[in-house]
């Protein structure tokens, strides 16, 4: 049972380059994240996921695309990367009630560094 | 949409002593504010929670309380000790879907 995994853990990337970060769960929840922590700025959604095949914008999704094309797996891509993106990135998932808003469970994490 | 800000960014406390952290919001619909502990170049993890039906909250060496007239709760951890130190990040809930605005978090340093 492994929870949240990332991959890459860490990743070098010149300007203009792309990439496709991965994320899996295998905790049965529908809720998944994206989040970008910088120093100074606590973590910042990027964008979200209620469900398979729905994505929504968070706080900062300029310069990225998701996709969600199962319960288990939520891809983060970065179709032309700038040093404004470099950061680390988490993934997150919580389960989804009427009660409302849940614990989030954190991936990992990958390092970026755009040169 | 939510705005959450946490104080102080730094704290630096004896072994033993108490440590207190403080968020404010700005979205009275919140109703869910997890506190998260995240140590070095690991991923955060939470340490406890507390829904605007409930004033404070224990366990063990930490409490949380919530002013829901005043928008704003706190993080106290009592008898601290080095494996606290660490960044804490406080959070509030903003929609239905279960979204957290986060804090820009608080470096707590314990001395022995």
């Known amino acids: 049972n492994a929870g949240v995994t990332q991959t890459p853990k860490f990743q070098v990337l010149k300007t203009g380059q792309s990439m496709t970060l991965q994320c899996a769960q295998d905790?049965?929840?529908?809720?998944m994240y994206w989040y970008r922590q910088d120093p100074g700025m606590g973590l910042r959604l990027i964008y979200y996921?209620?469900?398979?095949?729905?994505?929504d914008k968070g706080e900062v999704p300029n310069g990225y695309n998701v996709s969600r094309l199962n319960k288990r797996e939520f891809s983060l891509r970065l179709e032309s990367a700038a040093p404004s993106q470099t950061s680390v990135y988490f993934c997150?998932?919580?389960?989804?009630?009427?009660?409302?808003?849940?614990?989030?469970?954190f991936g990992p994490g990958t390092r970026l560094t755009v040169t | 949409g939510e705005n959450v800000e946490q104080h102080p960014s730094t704290l630096s406390v004896q072994e033993g002593d108490s440590a207190v952290i403080k968020c404010t919001y700005s979205?009275?619909?919140?109703?869910?504010f997890p506190w998260y502990k995240q140590e070095l170049g690991k991923r955060p993890q939470l340490i406890i929670d507390?829904?605007?039906?409930?004033g404070e909250k224990k366990d063990q060496r930490i409490a949380v309380t919530l002013n829901k007239t005043a928008k704003h709760f706190s993080l106290h951890i009592t008898e601290t000790q080095p494996e606290d130190s660490a960044v804490y990040f406080c959070?509030?809930?903003?929609?239905?879907?279960?979204?957290?605005?986060f804090g820009a978090g608080t470096q707590v340093v314990v001395t022995p």
């Open positions: 979205d009275s619909a919140s109703n869910y």
């Open positions: 997150a998932n919580s389960p989804l009630t009427s009660g409302g808003a849940h614990e989030q469970y």
């Open positions: 996921s209620a469900s398979e095949g729905t994505t």
């Open positions: 905790m049965n929840h529908n809720s």
């Open positions: 959070a509030a809930s903003y929609d239905s879907w279960g979204k957290l605005q």
């Open positions: 507390i829904r605007s039906n409930v």
